[in-house]
């Protein structure tokens, strides 16, 4: 009797090992999925960013950029057009180096990914294509419904030191476009949420067509209640046409700076 015991026990184990397996399985699947669908590694995308920030109170402030990128090689480039006084401030992107170059001083200085652009919630990384499949496993999945959208929900814990946010929960639709992100700090505090309504195709790919972002590390009572800073990113003309390759090199962005 004891033996039976012990074989259903085992059995009980193995058949739940299994179903993690698979479960660990299909998340990884989906995360493949939503990272191919924005990824356009055939090609070079360009685009036109509006960045508008709206401080907890009311002030606003307004970020144009040109949007250069080349996935195949894990480069970008970002030429600022507005506001005047930052016209012609750059970013350019090789591999993991990040430079920002200064047009008045004339002058690169080394920057980071995880840094805020232009002081909005909107970080330098987050010009770059999705790479969850890459840098994250899925540690817990569920089903919700957002919206309209029914989605599946998955929990994710970063695999190295380089992304922006060490956790990160998704809501992927069931055609695999991301539709929100809840990022969070590695003690689980929630620093930022980006809901994503609406994407463009692009060839066969899709970028984002609209994109709002609070912060919830910045924020103000104002009559009793809370208001947060709020980034609205708007993405315009995109472009699937073939740049050079000196596009992506310091010489073209001081170039273009002038």
Known sequence: MKRIFTLIALSILVGGSSARAQESAASAALLRKVDSLVAFMDTDVSAEYRIEKRDPGGSTS???????????????????????????????????????????????????????FQNSSFRNSDFNRFNFSGDYRAVANSREQLGKFSCTVLNLEA???????????????????????????LSGQLMRTTAIPSYQKVGSRWLPLSMVIVDHLKFRSIGGKMEYERTTVTISNPSLNKLPDSTYTKEYLEKVSR
């Open 62 to 116: 307004i970020t144009v950029a040109a949007m250069f990128r080349r996935d195949r090689t894990n480069q970008f480039l970002i030429l600022i057009l507005e506001p005047v006084s930052d016209k012609g401030k750059g970013y350019l992107k090789e591999g993991d180096n990040l430079w920002l170059y200064d047009p008045v001083g004339k002058s690169f200085t080394f920057t980071s990914a995880k840094e805020r």
């Open 159 to 185: 695999r190295n030191d380089r992304v922006s946010f060490p956790k990160v929960k998704l809501w992927i639709s069931d055609d695999g476009l991301v539709r929100k992100m809840e990022d969070y700090s």
